[in-house]
Structure formats: C-alpha cells, structure tokens
C-alpha cells in the first residue's frame, strides 16, 4: 500500500511517521520533496512520486527515487529504504499534498490518505513558534545593530502564510511556496485561515472519496485500538501490526 499523509503540520505528522515505520518492512518519508512542489499547481513531481512509489512496492531499485537530499531527516530515510530488500508499505506525509489528493486517487487506486487534525489554538501557537528564527539575545542585537550598517531588512520570522516582500518576515524560498496565502491581516489571524482552510477541504474529500481518504484527530493516534484501526486502513493485517505507542511518546518528548 501507498501511503500520503495529511495536516496542516504541527499536528502530529511525525507521531504517523513513526507509527508506520514501526510496521515490518515498511517507510514512510517525513516531507520528502518540499523542493519541487508548490501547494497547488505541480502535480507532475507529486504524480512521478506514486509511480516510482507503486514501482518499488512492485520489486524495482529503491534507489529509483527522488528525494530532496538536502533535508537530514529524508536523506536518512533515503538511506534505510536503499537497504530494505522488499517492502509492503512505502508513503510520505506532508500537507503540501491536499490539493492533489484527487489527482493521486484517480491515478492509483492503491494509495490511502490519512489526514491529522489537532486543535487550532495548539496548532496555530505551534507554527508561531516554530515559525520564529529563535535568535539569542546578544544574537538579536547583533543582528539589528548589522542590518542598520548594510541597509538591510532585520527578521525575526518567517510567515508562510502571507504574501510579503521580506521587509518584516525573512523570505524562504523552500516553503513560501509550499503554503496557500491568506490576508490575515496578522500572521496569527492567517495561520487561523490556513487551519480553517485546510479541514475545510479535508471534509470535502473525505465526502468525495470516503473509502480511501480519512480525518484523524491527533490524540487517537496513541489510542492501541484506534492504531489496529488505522493500520488496517494502511492495509497491514491484524497480525501483523506493531503497536507503536513507545515510540510515539519518545517522538513527543524529544
């Protein structure tokens, strides 16, 4: 089985990983190829990543794939599935993925789509946090003091969420694009929008597509029989499964 994972991030989406790479012979990427996608509008680099997913569940080179080495966490992923002989799940979870998701089901019917929800205050905190470059102070000031000197734009953030000019929020050239855009017209206020946005369209497609695409609220993920559930979803039988509720605490603790 294929496997594409869903959310908004911060919502989970290594908790997933790690449940379904507790599975036998199985990998599942963390945002695997931010590089050459947007949010909407590349479906050819999303559509080739099924192809060479489904080709290498059919016993072709696990080599035969196109990774974005320049992220640790997928280079090592890379790595271990270049040592797996056989695998019966392969997949990546990212939230650039819900615009494509009809696409992907019309093109494979052996993909499932899990898609996180966490509550939207803890969400929206999170990326606010996460979105911040996290300078020291004596960092920050330094940083202040030299871009008086150069003339350059001073940023403490980064804002995925809106158009900018990189004058307040330190442009990415990586994930701007990987984001749909909001007015806010505060970063907080458009990090709301992108959270109501995105389950929006969740609850679209699980509408459309009700025996392949789920919703899962993050705190069931931990649950043991809510786990069997969502592994014989991913198409992994009963016996096979790996509770994985160990390894998901440790994810959360680091």
Not at 110 to 135: E, H, M, P, Y
Not at 215 to 235: A, K, M, R, W
Request: net charge negative; with cysteine; aromatic share 10%.
């Amino acid at each position: 089985m294929i496997i594409i994972g869903l959310g908004t991030g911060r919502s989970g989406t290594a908790s997933l990983a790690n449940l379904l790479n507790s599975q036998t012979d199985a990998l599942c990427f963390h945002e695997m190829n931010p590089s050459c996608v947007k949010f909407a509008g590349t479906p050819r680099p999303i559509l080739n990543t099924i192809d060479e997913y489904q080709a290498i569940l059919d016993g072709g080179d696990s080599a035969m794939l196109t990774v974005d080495l320049s992220r640790g966490v997928a280079a090592k992923a890379y790595d271990e599935l270049c040592k797996m002989p056989h695998l019966n799940l392969i997949g990546d979870i990212a939230f650039y993925y819900l615009t494509y998701v009809e696409k992907i089901a019309a093109h494979n019917s052996n993909v499932r789509f899990i898609c996180l929800k966490r509550d939207r205050s803890k969400t929206v905190q999170s990326w606010i946090r996460q979105a911040s470059l996290g300078k020291w102070p004596s960092k920050r000031l330094g940083d202040r003091i030299s871009s008086l000197i150069v003339r350059e734009a001073y940023h403490e953030s980064r804002n995925f969420w809106m158009e900018h000019d990189g004058s307040v929020w330190q442009p990415d050239p990586v994930w701007d694009k990987c984001f749909p855009k909001f007015p806010g017209p505060t970063m907080q206020e458009a990090i709301e929008q992108y959270w109501d946005y995105y389950y929006e369209q969740s609850e679209v497609l699980a509408k459309k597509l009700p025996n392949v695409f789920r919703i899962v609220e993050t705190e069931q993920i931990n649950i043991p029989e809510f786990q069997s559930d969502l592994l014989s979803f991913c198409g992994v039988a009963p016996e096979n499964q790996i509770n994985a509720d160990a390894h998901i605490h440790k994810s959360k603790a680091k």
